[in-house]
C-alpha cells in the first residue's frame, strides 16, 4: 500500500479544512503510515443528502490516499439527533432508524473499498451504546465533560433561551464517546466531518486525551453555501437527496448544471475527482466563456455519475438534449423522460374521449394564449410535437405519438416547451 504524500496538500488546495487540531501533526501523521479515521452519519432521515455527499467523497479521498476509513452510522445518535438551531428534533421510533440504518449503508458502500490493505469497515454505534446503564454512562464518560465548555457551543448558546432537553443537549457525549471506543478498539486516531460538527470532533479529542492519554486529530469541512451565504442542499422540493426515489436522477443532475457561476470552481474541487489542472482548465474556460457553462456540465457530469452511474447520466444527457430539440425522444426510458417532464412542469390530459388536438394542447400547456394564437404559431412553423415541426392546424395527437405510452412534448420556438401526460 502506497500512501500519497500530496494528500494534505491537495485537501486545503480544494479548501477541504475549514478548521483542524493540528496540521503539522496530521500531516506527520500521514506520512508515517495509514492512518485509520472515521466519519459518522445519523439515520435521521430515509437518504443521504447533499452534505453528507461531502463527507463520503472526502472519506474517499483519504482511502484513495492509503488511509484506512471506518464509516459510522449512528443507530444510536440518530436516535436522538444533533441539536440544531431550529428546535427540538422528533424522535423516531427504533424500527424506524433501524430501517434509515440500512438504508444509509447501502448509500455509502458504493464509494468505499472494502477490500485489501485498507480496507473500509463499517460501524454502529448502537452496538457500544444500548447495554451501557446509565450509571456507567455517567461515571465514564459524563464527568469528563465541564458543563460551562458544553454551554459555550454555539448551538447550544443560541437554543438557551428558546429551550433545550438534556437528550439534545447530551449529544456531544455520545459522538465523543463514539471516538473514544473506535480509538480503544480499532486504533482510530482522526476523526473529520461537517464545520457544524467541529465541536463534537474536539470533544472527542479531548475526551480519548483525558481518558487515555491519547493524541489523536480531528478536521472539519467547510459548509458549503450559494453565493449569497445561504445553505446549498435546499431545492424548491426539499433536501438535494441522494436517494433516486426521493429526488430523480434527472432533478439531481440539473440542480449542478444550474448552479452559479460563482460557485463552480469550489463545487468542482469539492465534489468531483477531477485533478488540479483539469479543474483549472475548465475555470479558465468558464472564465473566458461563461455562456458556454463548460464547468456546470463536467460538475453536473461528475457528481451525478459518482452517485447514480454512468448509464443513467447518459440516459439524463440524452433526455436533456432530446428535450430542446437536440435528438430522439421516442428513445428514452419512461422513467427518465417523466422525471425530465415533471422538472419542466407537466399539464395532465384526459384522453377519455378521445387524444386532443394540438391547438388544444398548446392553449392548454400555457405555449400560446389562444387558439387563434396557436394556429398562428403552426403556420409560422413555430410549434413541434416531440420534436417534430407540426405543420397542420388540424393535427390530432394519435397513439403512435405518445412517449412511453403517456407523454407528450410541446415546444413552441427553440426554448419554451411544456410536458403533457396524456391519461
Not at 289 to 307: N, S
Amino acid at each position: 500500500m502506497t500512501l500519497d504524500p500530496s494528500l494534505l496538500d491537495d485537501l486545503q488546495w480544494r479548501g477541504l479544512i475549514a478548521h483542524s487540531t493540528d496540521l503539522d501533526a496530521l500531516r506527520e501523521a500521514f506520512g508515517s503510515g495509514s492512518v485509520r479515521f472515521y466519519v459518522g452519519f445519523d439515520p435521521t432521515a430515509p437518504s443521504l443528502h447533499m452534505g453528507n455527499l461531502l463527507q463520503i467523497l472526502t472519506a474517499r479521498r483519504l482511502q484513495l490516499a492509503g488511509h484506512t476509513p471506518y464509516a459510522l452510522v449512528g443507530g444510536a445518535t440518530g436516535m436522538i439527533g444533533d441539536p440544531r438551531d431550529s428546535g427540538e428534533r422528533t424522535l423516531n421510533s427504533l424500527d424506524t432508524v433501524k430501517d434509515w440504518v440500512e438504508r444509509v449503508r447501502r448509500q455509502i458502500e458504493p464509494f468505499l473499498s472494502f477490500e485489501g490493505g485498507n480496507a473500509a469497515t463499517m460501524v454502529n454505534n448502537y452496538d457500544w451504546t444500548a447495554s451501557l446503564s446509565t450509571i456507567d454512562f455517567l461515571r465514564e464518560i459524563g464527568k469528563h465533560f465541564p458543563v460551562n465548555r458544553m454551554l459555550a457551543r454555539e448551538t447550544v448558546k443560541r437554543r438557551l433561551e428558546s429551550g433545550i432537553s438534556y437528550t439534545e443537549f447530551s449529544y456531544v457525549l455520545l459522538q465523543s464517546m463514539d471516538y473514544l471506543n473506535l480509538y480503544r478498539d480499532h486504533g482510530v486516531t482522526l476523526q473529520f466531518g461537517g464545520s457544524d460538527q467541529w465541536g463534537n470532533i474536539t470533544g472527542g479529542v479531548e475526551l480519548v486525551r483525558r481518558t487515555d492519554g491519547g493524541h489523536v486529530h480531528g478536521f472539519a469541512t467547510p459548509l458549503i453555501t450559494k453565493a449569497d451565504g445561504s445553505k446549498y442542499g435546499k431545492t424548491e422540493g426539499g433536501a438535494l437527496w441522494l436517494d433516486p426515489e426521493m429526488m430523480s436522477p434527472y432533478a439531481f443532475y440539473q440542480f449542478w448544471l444550474n448552479v452559479e457561476d460563482e460557485k463552480v470552481g469550489e463545487l468542482l474541487r469539492v465534489f468531483t475527482f477531477l485533478s488540479r489542472p483539469e479543474i483549472e482548465e475548465l475555470e479558465s474556460q468558464h472564465a473566458e466563456k461563461p455562456f458556454l457553462r463548460a464547468g456546470q456540465k463536467a460538475l453536473a457530469e461528475h457528481v451525478t455519475t459518482l452517485v447514480h452511474g454512468a448509464e443513467e447520466t447518459e440516459r439524463i444527457k440524452a433526455a436533456s438534449a432530446a428535450l430542446f430539440g437536440g435528438g430522439d425522444l421516442t428513445g428514452l426510458s419512461p422513467d427518465t423522460v417523466g422525471a425530465a417532464l415533471r422538472e419542466a412542469g407537466v399539464t395532465t390530459v384526459d384522453a377519455s374521449d378521445g387524444l386532443p388536438g394540438v391547438v388544444d394542447l398548446l392553449v392548454e400547456t400555457g405555449l400560446a394564449k389562444s387558439k387563434g394564437e396557436a394556429r398562428r404559431t403552426i403556420g409560422e412553423g413555430g410549434a413541434y410535437l416531440n420534436n417534430q415541426r407540426v405543420v397542420d392546424p388540424e393535427a390530432v395527437v394519435t397513439g403512435d405519438d405518445l412517449i412511453a405510452g403517456s407523454w407528450l412534448v410541446l415546444r413552441r420556438g427553440k426554448k419554451s416547451f411544456a410536458g403533457v401526460e396524456v391519461r
